[in-house]
Protein backbone atom coordinates (compact mmCIF):
# COMPACT_ATOMS: atom_id res chain seq x y z
CA UNK A 1 0.00 0.00 0.00
CA UNK A 2 1.37 3.01 -1.12
CA UNK A 3 -0.10 5.51 1.79
CA UNK A 4 -1.19 4.30 5.52
CA UNK A 5 -4.09 5.78 6.13
CA UNK A 6 -5.08 6.57 9.80
CA UNK A 7 -9.55 6.35 10.19
CA UNK A 8 -9.29 7.01 13.85
CA UNK A 9 -11.91 9.72 15.02
CA UNK A 10 -13.00 10.15 10.86
CA UNK A 11 -16.54 11.00 10.71
CA UNK A 12 -17.77 9.89 7.27
CA UNK A 13 -21.16 10.65 5.44
CA UNK A 14 -23.03 8.41 3.33
CA UNK A 15 -22.55 9.89 -0.59
CA UNK A 16 -24.60 7.11 -2.75
CA UNK A 17 -26.02 3.65 -2.43
CA UNK A 18 -27.77 0.69 -3.70
CA UNK A 19 -31.63 0.40 -3.83
CA UNK A 20 -31.09 -2.92 -1.46
CA UNK A 21 -29.26 -1.10 0.92
CA UNK A 22 -30.51 1.01 4.06
CA UNK A 23 -27.51 3.31 4.55
CA UNK A 24 -28.36 7.16 2.94
CA UNK A 25 -27.23 10.68 3.04
CA UNK A 26 -28.11 11.13 6.40
CA UNK A 27 -26.25 8.24 7.82
CA UNK A 28 -23.15 9.20 9.87
CA UNK A 29 -20.54 7.05 10.69
CA UNK A 30 -17.64 7.64 13.18
CA UNK A 31 -14.81 5.21 12.72
CA UNK A 32 -11.93 4.91 15.24
CA UNK A 33 -9.03 2.53 15.05
CA UNK A 34 -6.09 1.07 16.78
CA UNK A 35 -3.16 -0.80 14.63
CA UNK A 36 -4.94 -2.24 11.47
CA UNK A 37 -7.92 -2.75 13.58
CA UNK A 38 -11.17 -1.03 12.09
CA UNK A 39 -14.83 -0.49 14.52
CA UNK A 40 -17.48 2.33 13.96
CA UNK A 41 -20.69 3.60 14.66
CA UNK A 42 -23.62 4.53 12.70
CA UNK A 43 -26.83 5.61 12.66
CA UNK A 44 -29.23 7.58 10.39
CA UNK A 45 -32.66 8.05 8.99
CA UNK A 46 -33.16 4.82 8.26
CA UNK A 47 -30.95 3.05 10.75
CA UNK A 48 -31.22 3.67 14.69
CA UNK A 49 -27.78 2.01 15.74
CA UNK A 50 -25.30 0.84 14.19
CA UNK A 51 -21.38 -0.79 14.62
CA UNK A 52 -18.84 -2.36 12.18
CA UNK A 53 -16.06 -4.33 13.08
CA UNK A 54 -13.01 -5.15 11.01
CA UNK A 55 -9.30 -5.23 9.59
CA UNK A 56 -6.95 -2.84 7.44
CA UNK A 57 -5.87 -5.59 4.83
CA UNK A 58 -1.91 -5.42 3.77
CA UNK A 59 -3.67 -3.92 0.61
CA UNK A 60 -5.21 -0.80 2.37
CA UNK A 61 -8.51 -2.09 1.86
CA UNK A 62 -10.86 -2.60 4.65
CA UNK A 63 -12.87 -5.91 5.57
CA UNK A 64 -15.49 -5.56 7.85
CA UNK A 65 -18.99 -7.43 9.22
CA UNK A 66 -21.56 -4.92 10.08
CA UNK A 67 -24.65 -4.61 12.01
CA UNK A 68 -27.75 -2.43 12.98
CA UNK A 69 -31.13 -1.69 13.92
CA UNK A 70 -33.26 0.07 10.98
CA UNK A 71 -36.33 1.66 11.63
CA UNK A 72 -38.23 -1.15 11.82
CA UNK A 73 -36.39 -2.62 14.88
CA UNK A 74 -34.83 -5.63 12.62
CA UNK A 75 -31.36 -6.51 13.43
CA UNK A 76 -29.59 -6.31 10.25
CA UNK A 77 -26.42 -8.11 9.60
CA UNK A 78 -23.84 -8.15 6.39
CA UNK A 79 -20.47 -7.79 5.20
CA UNK A 80 -18.20 -5.63 3.46
CA UNK A 81 -14.74 -4.79 1.47
CA UNK A 82 -13.74 -0.78 1.26
CA UNK A 83 -11.45 0.66 -0.87
CA UNK A 84 -10.52 3.88 0.04
CA UNK A 85 -9.17 6.80 -2.18
CA UNK A 86 -7.87 10.32 -1.01
CA UNK A 87 -9.51 13.11 -2.83
CA UNK A 88 -7.64 16.25 -3.77
CA UNK A 89 -8.29 17.63 -0.67
CA UNK A 90 -7.12 15.07 1.42
CA UNK A 91 -10.27 13.30 2.64
CA UNK A 92 -10.94 9.81 2.33
CA UNK A 93 -13.63 8.36 0.13
CA UNK A 94 -14.78 4.53 0.67
CA UNK A 95 -16.07 2.74 -1.78
CA UNK A 96 -17.93 0.03 -0.55
CA UNK A 97 -18.67 -3.36 -1.84
CA UNK A 98 -21.52 -5.02 0.59
CA UNK A 99 -23.34 -8.26 1.08
CA UNK A 100 -26.41 -8.68 3.69
CA UNK A 101 -25.34 -11.71 5.93
CA UNK A 102 -29.34 -11.59 6.51
CA UNK A 103 -33.29 -11.48 4.82
CA UNK A 104 -32.35 -11.55 1.02
CA UNK A 105 -28.65 -12.33 1.44
CA UNK A 106 -28.59 -9.10 -1.74
CA UNK A 107 -25.18 -7.28 -2.49
CA UNK A 108 -24.68 -3.94 -3.38
CA UNK A 109 -22.06 -1.06 -3.75
CA UNK A 110 -22.05 2.32 -1.61
CA UNK A 111 -19.67 4.78 -1.23
CA UNK A 112 -19.25 6.86 1.87
CA UNK A 113 -16.95 10.24 2.28
CA UNK A 114 -14.96 12.28 5.49
CA UNK A 115 -16.48 14.96 6.04
CA UNK A 116 -15.18 17.76 8.66
Not at 74 to 91: A, D
Amino acid sequence: METIINYHNKIFRAESNTENGEVENSTLFHYRQKNNIIWATYQGKNIRFGTLTGIILDNGYLKFSYQHINIDNEIMTGKCISVPEILPNKKIRLHETWEWTCKDFSKGQSSIVEID
